[in-house]
């Protein structure tokens, strides 16, 4: 086992690739082309990005990194609060979904997915909607072939 593997186990990028394809969280968008890694029209968007919690543990096989789902609003202020939670709600439970799932080449073992007790509607000083859940995401690297 390569020891610097668990540098390489992103867990950002895969529940975002996990994220993008689901077929509820698009449904629950609106459509495709609304999960990325960046705040971004069309609105209502998830944004997938490393969050400011988690365990990295001693570094040399399984780590629990927080991964930050960021749900943006339209500028004007929709969806209201009620169906920006709704849809922020979906797109985690979505995500709990990865665990299980045969992983993408080159992507890490994903075997929990879980909220990290952040959950705050945080709008940006322009007044858009913004809301905010954490999740922490317990992963190993792929394991090399034998």
């Known amino acids: 086992m390569d020891a610097y593997a668990v540098a390489d186990a ?18 629950v968008l609106g459509g495709p082309g609304r999960v ?5 029209a069309p609105w209502p968007h998830l944004r997938v990005g490393l969050g400011p ?3 990295l543990g001693d570094l040399t096989w399984v ?8 749900l943006y609003g339209d500028p004007a202020g929709w969806p209201g609060p009620a169906a920006m939670l709704r ?25 929990d997915v879980r ?3 952040v959950l705050l509607e945080s709008p940006l000083e322009t007044g ?16 090399e072939p034998l």
């Open 53 to 55: 919690g988690g365990n």
């Open 10 to 27: 992103d867990p950002v990028a895969a529940v975002l690739a996990w994220l993008t394809e689901h077929p509820k969280v698009q449904e």
């Open 63 to 70: 780590t629990q990194p927080e991964v930050s789902l960021e």
């Open 36 to 40: 990325s890694g960046a705040r971004e």
């Open 115 to 117: 909220p990290s007790g």
């Open 128 to 143: 858009q909607p913004r809301w905010v859940l954490g999740l922490l995401v317990t992963l190993h690297p792929t394991p």
């Open 87 to 111: 849809i922020l709600k979906v797109c985690a439970v979505a995500a709990t979904e990865l665990p299980g799932s045969v992983p993408a080449t080159g992507r890490p073992v994903i075997s």
